[in-house]
């Protein structure tokens, strides 16, 4: 079984250079008169048009900088405006995280995914931070999101997408711009992009230095996300290596190690009619990043022209999102990602009026391209039920292509009674069910799952098979933010995940061959 084509993140699209660095300039001045650092490409061109179909250019009236004309909300207010100014002017030097021709390969397989032929698994931290990072950190939710993705692959006998919250997923929006402890009132954590999380006025005060840092460890944690998809660790003949320890003797690990199992002998059985195993498709995988579109100065500051298209690119990330306290329609956020080429998500709650769903949509894709719009939705499992048939039908009656995910985290946050933020994993997996609910009552497509989730051995939800309890919370609760699953919740939820996309799979060929025997 294999598992994607050969992957775009390829070491050799490193060794293409990209122009000289554009100077920063201050805002009174356009930016797009002068021309920006340009995109590298993919070492792999466009094999066709489509890949390559949004040839017209950005309005005029948009520019990388035409943000700040509008209102901006959850950005951070820096005291030194001249500490900014450098900072940015030095990001604005350096070379861009990723690709253009990355992002574009990624937004073909979103598209394909709209169409219900791939299966998006997006996951990573709730927000990555600096003393947490590692290799090892890093190894293990790759190695995690791999097992997923081979169970999710396996059940629904399609492409399953891979793409990780993570090489950029530093800044969390708030819901209060101060948090308050024993009568001392002080600015949020926004994430260490911005500031620390430290309870104390130095630690809180936002640092645009963090900026730089940030980039420094998502070039980092990319370069190994690299070497591990490329390198032979993603190879389908390890699929019985990829266990974490504390997986071995759990269901979930024994379920895995049953499936690693068929897999291996499939590889055996090619191996002996001659399809070789050594072709890069089997050794290789394919693996995005992407992150919440938030810190606008920071991914104005790596936004690059594409050299072959001559289209604007946030190179901080493949993908990027604007999330639900970000999305208002004449907001800076808006204004900065209707620019960018990149494929883009929607975060939705039942919030959502199904008018201003289609009206945003209209104005981050107005040439209505599969793959670059994914619209997620977190609205708890009642709520899904509710209301997510509305925005379906409101995208289909527009005509608009979208490819549609569940995020089962963020609408089932609840606080437990030690006071930590928790998630009970019965709950994440009711809103899943009713989102493949949904879409089998409306005809339309499933296309991917949005986790919060890591491959350490966390104890921040509550639930799953190796039931974890309120009173374990406090074990092993390491989240800067939000609680996330563990490795053995993550791959519990896969499996069903993945029997769901095995019925509507089975159910899809009943379908066609009743179908092909006509009235």
């Known amino acids: 079984m294999a598992l994607t084509s050969p992957s775009p993140l390829s070491l050799k699209s490193l060794n293409q250079t990209p122009r000289s660095p554009l100077p920063h300039l201050p805002n009174s001045i356009n930016r797009s008169l002068i021309k920006p650092v340009s995109a590298v490409h993919a070492a792999e061109p466009a094999k066709s048009s489509q890949s390559t179909a949004r040839t017209e250019p950005i309005p005029k009236t948009w520019t990388v900088d035409s943000w700040k004309s509008k209102k901006a909300v959850q950005l951070p207010e820096y005291p030194d405006q ?68 081979v169970v999710l692959m396996f059940g629904g006998q399609m492409p399953v997408i891979k793409v990780g919250r993570m090489a950029g997923q530093f800044a969390k929006p708030r819901s209060d711009p101060f948090e308050e ?59 019985t290596h990829w266990n974490l320890d504390f997986t071995e003797h759990s269901e979930q690990g024994d379920r895995y190690r049953e499936l690693a199992h068929r897999v291996d002998e499939a590889l055996g059985f090619m191996a002996a009619a001659g399809l070789t195993v050594d072709h890069p498709i089997m050794t290789t995988t394919e693996f995005w990043t992407s992150h919440e ?41 808006i204004e900065f990602l209707r620019g960018v080429a990149n494929p883009l998500g929607i975060k939705v709650s039942d919030k959502m009026d199904p008018n201003e769903l289609v009206r945003l949509i209209e104005i981050l894709n107005a040439e209505n391209k599969p793959g ?35 995020d089962p985290m963020h609408g089932n946050t609840i606080k437990a009674p030690c006071g930590l933020k928790t998630r009970s994993f019965d709950s994440i997996r009711a809103e899943v069910r009713a989102f493949f609910d949904v879409h089998d009552q409306e005809g339309s497509y499933p296309g991917g799952v949005h986790l919060e989730m890591t491959g ?29 699953l563990n490795a053995s919740q993550s791959l519990e939820l896969a499996f069903i995940i993945a029997e769901r996309l095995r019925r509507r799979r089975i159910g899809s060929q009943q379908h066609r061959s009743l179908a092909s025997f006509g009235p």
């Not at 001392?184 to 006025?201: C, M």
């Not at 994914?374 to 005509?399: D, F, Q, S, W, Y």
């Open 82 to 149: 001249n500490e900014l100014e450098s900072v940015l002017r030095t990001l604005d030097s350096f070379p861009p995280i990723v690709f253009a021709g990355e992002a574009r390969s990624l937004e073909e397989r979103l598209g394909q995914a709209a169409l219900g032929n791939a299966f998006l698994l997006q996951g990573g931290d709730c927000a990555e931070s600096f003393k947490e990072f590692s290799a090892n950190n890093i190894r293990d939710t790759f190695r995690v999101l791999l097992q997923m993705s």
């Open 181 to 239: 402890k024993n009568g001392v009132k002080l600015p949020s954590y926004r994430g260490d992009n911005v500031n620390g999380d430290t309870f104390d006025e130095k630690s809180r005060v936002p640092d645009p230095h963090r900026m730089i840092r940030a980039y420094c460890q998502s070039v980092a944690t990319l370069n190994l996300l690299r070497a591990f998809a490329t390198g032979g660790y993603a190879a389908m003949q390890r699929v």
């Open 293 to 333: 579109c938030l810190l606008l100065p920071y991914e104005q500051a790596l936004t690059r022209e594409d050299s072959t298209s001559g289209l604007y690119y946030d190179c901080s990330a493949h993908m990027v999102w604007v999330g639900e306290r970000t999305r208002q329609l004449d907001g800076a956020h």
């Open 372 to 406: 670059r719009i994914t619209v997620i939705t977190r609205m708890g499992a009642e709520n899904m039920r509710v209301k997510l048939p509305h925005l379906i039908r409101a995208v289909r009656r527009a005509g608009q292509i979208v490819t549609w995910v569940s």
């Open 456 to 484: 350490q051995n966390v104890t921040e939800c509550v639930g799953g098979s190796r039931t974890i309890t309120y009173n374990d919370l406090s074990s092993r609760y390491h989240t800067h933010c939000d609680p996330r």
